[in-house]
């Protein structure tokens, strides 16, 4: 088993913080984005969409997606549980996951793809009319969460699970996307310190 990836890109990062949390250890192949290592015909039979992460299982199993990544190894290893515990907790989970993927989290990447020169080769055409509509939605989105975490020590309760991942490493991005953090999230700054001081954030 390995995980392909590139150690600088968020959606690693993602998987690598949920092994981290889990105590799993994988090994890692890199490939080189910027090199258009993930756009060969090779490696489009191993993931058609041509990203990183995939999973590579040792009976040739590609499992590509984060999340579905994340989700075969809580199966493996179900403690401690990152996607929820019970019917309203695993749906909490679902819920906080996907609002922070396609409401924040997706804002701050079509920033930075449509910003960022660094992004010009994998990112065409470039619309950075777009990227700028996307930094004011990401500033905007953080609000919503925000006030949640005015409540809640973690986004869907009372422990660290997925979605909390998902928002480190999509707030953690708003630095490459030179996106600034609004002023005034008390509930998600103090979230913030808390989660990026797990060892896990590290990974
Ligand atoms: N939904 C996918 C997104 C994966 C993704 O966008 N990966 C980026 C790196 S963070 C990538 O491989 N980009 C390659 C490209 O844009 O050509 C996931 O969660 O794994």
């Known amino acids: 088993m390995r995980i392909i990836e590139q150690?600088?890109?968020?959606?690693?990062?993602?998987?690598?913080?949920?092994?981290a949390e889990k105590g799993i250890q994988v090994p890692f192949q890199q490939i080189d984005l910027?090199?258009?290592?993930?756009?060969t015909e090779d490696?489009?039979?191993?993931?058609?969409?041509a990203q990183v992460p995939v999973l590579l299982l040792?009976?040739?199993t590609a499992i590509?997606?984060?999340?579905?990544?994340?989700?075969?190894?809580?199966e493996l290893q179900p403690e401690p549980a990152l996607f929820g515990a019970g019917a309203v907790g695993r749906a909490q989970v679902e819920m906080w996951n996907?609002?922070?993927e396609h409401g924040v989290y997706a804002h701050i990447l079509g920033?930075?793809?449509?910003?960022?020169?660094?992004?010009?080769?994998?990112?065409?055409?470039?619309?950075?009319?777009?990227?700028?509509?996307?930094?004011?939605?990401?500033?905007?989105?953080?609000?919503?969460?925000?006030?949640e975490l005015r409540d809640s020590q973690f986004i869907?309760?009372?422990a660290l699970t997925v979605a909390d991942i998902t928002l480190l490493v999509a707030v953690d991005f708003m630095k490459p996307a030179r996106i600034d953090r609004p002023a005034g999230l008390s509930g998600l700054d103090r979230w913030y310190a808390e989660v990026s001081a797990r060892p896990s954030a590290a990974a």
């Open 43 to 49: 490696y489009r039979r191993i993931n058609p969409a």
């Open 111 to 147: 920033c930075f793809r449509h910003t960022h020169k660094a992004m010009a080769a994998l990112e065409s055409p470039q619309v950075p009319a777009w990227g700028e509509v996307c930094r004011s939605r990401a500033a905007e989105a953080l609000k919503p969460i925000d006030r």
């Open 34 to 39: 910027t090199q258009l290592q993930h756009r």
């Open 58 to 60: 040792d009976d040739g």
């Open 98 to 100: 996907r609002r922070i």
């Open 156 to 158: 869907a309760g009372s």
């Open 64 to 74: 590509s997606e984060s999340v579905a990544i994340c989700r075969y190894f809580e």
């Open 7 to 19: 150690a600088r890109a968020p959606n690693p990062r993602r998987v690598r913080i949920f092994l």
